[in-house]
């Protein structure tokens, strides 16, 4: 009798021991599936939550967004959230219960749905990240293909929660100063700017100049560093007067040597000083400092040889 006691105690040490070392195993950070993520071969991204529906593929080695609309992705944005991605920490199980999927907000009504599906369709992420688990970078999440909820940390909560605007590439102008063949200024002191023979000639309606070449290649810097500070979602017909591009007080129009001509166009300021800008061929309009207008929107005097 006595020696089934001792075996029986013996046992009862035994599975406390191994449900110890199981909850041990649990609590150490693994990386799962984030660890086989290679970003090199992610073809696209797509991110769903109660604030956005967000879709970007890659195509010819550039990220676009094709849903909700259809423009280029901020590089920046996209490689954050890949690289974050990439080095996530997964540990503690919490729970395997459904009934608390709402509770840590790892439900597809309310959390953060992340896809990344790669080129050869293998090694996809499919994860739910719910709410912030303790600090800014730890949060609850649930894999598609696995019943449990993990804490997991390394990706800010804030980063999946963005506006859909700091999705969008805010570059609005950017080329090679030498591959520009002639500038044109319209506005009320127009001037145009060309090329000949390596020399570079201002014209006004009235006369000709010489051009002071640092200076016009200080003016080519500011338009080839032209941003936007935000963008303006109103195309409609009230929406283009309001901004006043429908009479833009200057229409710069950028020729190339390959023959691609870029055109813009700004309006009014808006009541925080900033100004309407639209690119022509495209539907989006951005809004620029009002610095960045100044600086593009010279005098002849300006660019001449004194």
Not at 28 to 55: G, H, M, R, Y
Not at 163 to 175: A, C, E, G, S
Not at 216 to 234: G, K, P
């Amino acid at each position: 009798m006595r020696n089934l006691i001792k075996l029986f105690i013996i046992f009862v040490i035994l599975i406390l021991v191994a449900v110890f070392f199981r909850k041990m195993r649990d609590r150490t950070p693994v990386k799962i599936p984030f660890s086989k993520l290679n970003i090199e071969k992610v073809a696209s991204i797509e991110l769903k939550n109660w604030k956005l529906d967000l879709k970007i593929v890659k195509k010819d080695n550039i990220w676009k967004i094709e849903k909700p609309v259809n423009y280029k992705a901020d590089d920046n944005s996209v490689n954050e959230l890949l690289n974050k991605l990439k080095d996530i920490e997964v540990g503690e199980v919490i729970t395997e219960n459904k009934d608390k999927y709402s509770d840590y907000e790892v439900s597809p009504e309310k959390g953060t749905e992340v896809k990344v599906n790669n080129m050869d369709g293998g090694n996809s992420v499919n994860v739910i990240f719910g709410k912030m688990a303790g600090n800014y970078q730890s949060t609850f999440i649930k894999f598609a293909d696995k019943k449990e909820v993990f804490i997991s940390s390394g990706l800010e909560k804030n980063i999946l929660e963005k506006d859909l605007k700091l999705w969008m590439d805010r570059v609005i102008l950017k080329f090679k100063n030498e591959d520009v063949d002639s500038v044109v200024l319209n506005k009320k002191d127009g001037f145009e700017i060309t090329k000949s023979s390596g020399q570079l000639i201002l014209r006004t309606s009235a006369k000709k100049y010489d051009i002071d070449a640092q200076k016009y290649i200080d003016f080519l810097n500011q338009l080839n560093n032209l941003s936007a500070e935000d963008f303006y979602d109103d195309n409609s017909e009230l929406g283009i007067k309001t901004t006043g591009l429908n009479s833009p007080v200057l229409r710069l129009k950028i020729k190339f040597k390959d023959g691609i001509e870029k055109e813009i166009l700004l309006g009014k300021e808006d009541k925080e000083s900033k100004v309407y800008l639209s690119l022509k061929d495209t539907n989006q309009i951005f809004l620029v400092s009002k610095y960045s207008f100044e600086s593009i929107n010279k005098k002849y005097t300006d660019l001449i040889k004194k």
